[in-house]
């Protein structure tokens, strides 16, 4: 013995404004079909839809060409002296040793704006360029590796570092 599943069928024209959630509603001249969810009803998509929303950020712009896949060179920068640094770019300090003095671009809209240094230190002297940390506490850097990042709050430049690698420990 089966079961039957009604469906509550019509013209688009007399679809109602709300049905019990969970009912389905069947277009007719349409071939549409909506759900109730208690409060109003809601189209269920065709694959067409949900292919074409697939495309599509929450926004609805196509992500093929808004989030375009973006290369990335890394710029190698000198280990000492005054460096201008670029906005949204990657770099790399080998060996940085003596003072060196980061500048910060400046920054006239409220894009996202971000710069990262791959940094190696051997007893260098930095003036990361801003006053602004995250966590509000200047980085410290020793001998090692960093990461340092700098992103822009719409206001100031902040900086923050993480040392990388494994810390040596003696034991006895």
Known sequence: MGIDIKFRRGQKIKLPDSAPSGMPLWCEDTCELYMGTGDNVEKVGSQADFATQALQDASG???????????KDINILPSSGTIELQDNSIN???????????????????KFHQILIQFHSMLAIVDLGTEQFFNNEA????????????????????VGAVKKGIESTTTE
């Open 61 to 71: 712009n196509e992500i093929s060409t808004t989030y375009a896949k973006v290369h």
């Open 92 to 110: 790399r300090i080998e060996n940085a040793m003596g003072k060196i003095t980061f500048v910060l671009p400046e920054v006239n809209d409220d």
């Open 139 to 158: 980085p410290t850097l020793t001998i090692g590796t960093y990461d340092i990042i700098y992103e822009h709050d719409g206001t100031n430049w902040v």
